[in-house]
Structure formats: structure tokens, C-alpha cells
């Protein structure tokens, strides 16, 4: 008797035990803001996900802390930009391959024929390839058929989420190109804080100049300051940007090093480049984020 109650007991425990893995949500941990929005958009209330950064936290410097490296192991499926964009994390992420987790790069959805060649990363590319609207729509539809061959149970709902956030795109490009269109193409001249808006320029026809290059990892020096006050003084570029993810005083230096030579630049705004806005606010979201940009770069501008 005592035997068949134990057999039971071990049965009934190895059958709760594939319910509960059955029911158990994919676990997904993702590194930037940009692609923390973009999977919680297409997985819904079928993933449970964990973003690495926050708003304002600038990729190019960001190292693993103990408490990372814990939600690697504990994950299904680690998603981030590639790209050498969380350069810090890159031993990391291989060390997570040499355990058979799943890791999936973003920008391995993307021709590199279209790319931006880059001197400043390891992988020759400029990885702020979210500012492509279009990037976005192969990446959206990458990141979806990812989801659904992780997890095909919940496939229908993915492929679902996924569609209704490319019509999102769509939709936020037809906008995009209207408000760029108000300005004329002599004055869509973008200095920022750093070159994070390349993809963006190439897109809307934007000439793009940043003060400290592709990486944050690099500082700019006063020939740099000089170098970009000669051009905003020869194209005289009416406003010139700040970044939520970099600090404001290269951009401030650059203003006073134009005053110097007897011209007026204003600070238009600040961008968010390299981080989402904070939680709760529009700019929390990559659609909001862009819409908030493009208002700022084009009324500074005009």
C-alpha cells in the first residue's frame, strides 16, 4: 500500500512538474531600452522580460554586474543590439554562447550591405541602427519569427503582436516623413552630443556631425570644439542638441567656442539617443521617443 501511495505521489509530482514547465512564460532578458520596447511589444503578457538598462544609461559604457550575469543564466533567450553597440558586454555574451544559451543580436537581421561603416566598433558598423525607421520593421519581423520558433505554442499570439506593431511603424513613418518634409533640406543640419543619428540622416536626408564621434568611449577634444564651431559659424546652423545619455557639457563648450566667434547657436533640446525616456512618460516608448526627436530637431531648426 505504502508503495502504490508513493508511486502515485510520483506521479502526480512529475505531472505538476510538466504543467508547470508548460506554463511557465519564456524568460527573456534584453539590454537596451530600445529593444526592451520592442520585444515587449511583440511578446505581450506571454514573455517575461527583464530590460538590463534604464532610462538614460548610455550602452557604450555599461558593464555586467553580478546581478546581470545571474539573469543571463536564469534566462531562455538573451536578446540585444549587436554590433559592438554594449561593447563591455560582449565577453559576456560569448561566455553565455559557450553555455548553450540562446542569444539573439538585433542588428543580424540586417543586410550589411545597408549598414554604416564605422572605425569605431570591432564590428565595423555604426550600431545605432534603430534610428532607420525601416531597420526597425526587419528587425520587428526578425525578433517576431525568433519568438515564435523559441516558443511555438504562444507562435499566433507573436505573429499577431508583430503585425500590429509594424502597422505602428508605418503609420509613425508616414508621420516622420511629413514633419521632416516642413523643413527644407538646407536646414536639416543636426549637430548632436555624438554621431548616434546617422541612420536617421540617411533616412530623412539629414546632414549628421557629432561632437564626439560614433562612441561615448571617445572624448572630444578642443580641436573637435573648434573644428564644429568653424562649421556651425559657415552654415550657420541655427540650434544645435544635447543627449539624454551624454552629459551636456561638450555640447555647452561648443556653444560658448561658436559665441567666441561672434555668433548666436541655441541649445534646441535634448534627444534621446542611446536611451528611452523615463517610465511612464511617451518618451518611454520607441514610437514616442522618435515623435518627441523629430518635433524637437524640426521646430529648433526652422
Not at 538598462?53 to 545571474?70: F, I
Not at 553597440?85 to 538585433?106: C, S
Request: net charge neutral.
Amino acid at each position: 500500500m505504502k508503495k502504490y501511495i508513493v508511486l502515485v505521489f510520483l506521479i502526480i509530482s512529475v505531472s505538476c512538474q510538466q504543467k508547470a514547465k508548460k506554463n511557465k512564460k519564456l524568460q527573456v532578458v534584453t539590454t537596451t531600452t530600445m529593444i526592451t520596447d520592442l520585444v515587449k511589444n511583440i511578446g505581450g503578457d506571454k514573455i517575461d522580460i527583464q530590460g538590463l538598462m534604464g532610462a538614460g544609461v548610455d550602452p557604450h559604457l555599461y558593464k555586467a554586474s553580478e546581478g546581470d550575469v545571474s539573469k543571463f543564466f536564469n534566462a531562455d533567450v538573451i536578446i540585444y543590439n549587436g554590433l559592438h553597440l554594449e561593447g563591455k558586454l560582449e565577453d559576456v555574451f560569448e561566455k553565455m554562447r559557450q553555455q548553450n544559451k540562446q542569444t539573439i543580436a538585433a542588428s543580424d537581421a540586417i543586410d550589411t550591405a545597408t549598414l554604416i561603416g564605422s572605425e569605431y566598433f570591432a564590428s565595423n558598423y555604426d550600431p545605432h541602427i534603430w534610428f532607420s525607421i525601416t531597420n526597425w520593421e526587419i528587425i520587428t519581423q526578425y525578433i517576431t519569427d525568433k519568438l515564435c520558433a523559441l516558443d511555438p505554442e504562444n507562435a499566433v499570439t507573436y505573429k499577431l503582436n508583430g503585425a500590429n506593431y509594424l502597422k505602428t511603424l508605418a503609420s509613425l513613418k508616414t508621420t516622420i516623413t511629413e514633419q521632416v518634409n516642413s523643413l527644407p533640406v538646407e536646414k536639416r543640419i543636426l549637430v548632436t552630443a555624438h554621431d548616434a543619428f546617422n541612420y536617421f540622416g540617411k533616412e530623412f536626408q539629414f546632414n549628421v556631425v557629432g561632437l564626439q564621434g560614433l562612441s561615448t568611449a571617445t572624448e572630444a577634444g578642443v580641436q573637435d570644439v573648434r573644428r564644429l564651431a568653424s562649421f556651425i559659424e559657415e552654415k550657420n546652423v541655427k540650434a544645435i542638441f544635447v543627449e539624454s545619455s551624454v552629459p551636456k557639457r561638450t555640447v555647452e563648450a561648443l556653444q560658448e567656442a561658436v559665441r567666441a566667434k561672434g555668433q548666436e547657436v541655441l541649445i534646441g533640446g535634448t534627444l534621446y539617443s542611446d536611451a528611452l525616456g523615463s517610465a511612464g512618460t511617451a518618451e518611454a516608448t520607441y514610437v514616442g521617443m522618435y515623435k518627441h526627436n523629430v518635433h524637437i530637431i524640426v521646430s529648433s531648426l526652422k
